[in-house]
Nanobody, 128 residues
Framework: QVQLAESGGGSVQAGGSLRLSCAAS????????MGWFRQAPGKEREGVAT???????SYADSVKGRFTISKDNAENTLYLQMNSLKPEDTAVYYC??????????????????????WGKGTLVTISS
């Protein structure tokens, strides 16, 4: 069975940083699309960042320059480093993965419907 487990969420003040982690079991991140999505209260789930099978990345315009997606193949863990956090970043963050292969931009374009495996989410709250 494929299981994804997010961790690292919490509450911080605007301008602070958080690092989210997603540990996978029964699945290997190597060579496939993987990414982070988020859903704010009253809004639809949106893509935040994706990492392609070629190592390239893609980010939502709202987080470019502030967030960084990366992975540790040995530990089979996906990360999202979040810096310069803003109140509008408040949301439940989900890690996701599928078996598609392609660039980060391609993986991002597939959206949440392109992801087959999901974690339960971790809440990030940013206060002003």
């Amino acid at each position: 069975q494929v299981q994804l487990a997010e961790s690292g969420g919490g509450s911080v003040q605007a301008g602070g940083s958080l690092r989210l982690s997603c540990a996978a079991s029964g699945y290997s991140y190597s060579g496939y699309c993987m990414g982070w999505f988020r859903q704010a209260p009253g809004k639809e789930r949106e893509g935040v960042a994706t990492l392609g099978s070629d190592g390239s990345t893609s980010y939502a315009d709202s987080v470019k320059g502030r967030f960084t997606i990366s992975k540790d193949n040995a530990e089979n863990t996906l990360y999202l480093q979040m810096n310069s956090l803003k109140p509008e970043d408040t949301a439940v963050y989900y890690c996701a993965a599928d078996l598609a292969a392609g660039t980060g931009a391609y993986c991002y374009s597939r959206g949440d419907r392109g992801m087959d495996y999901w974690g339960k989410g971790t809440l990030v709250t940013i206060s002003s």
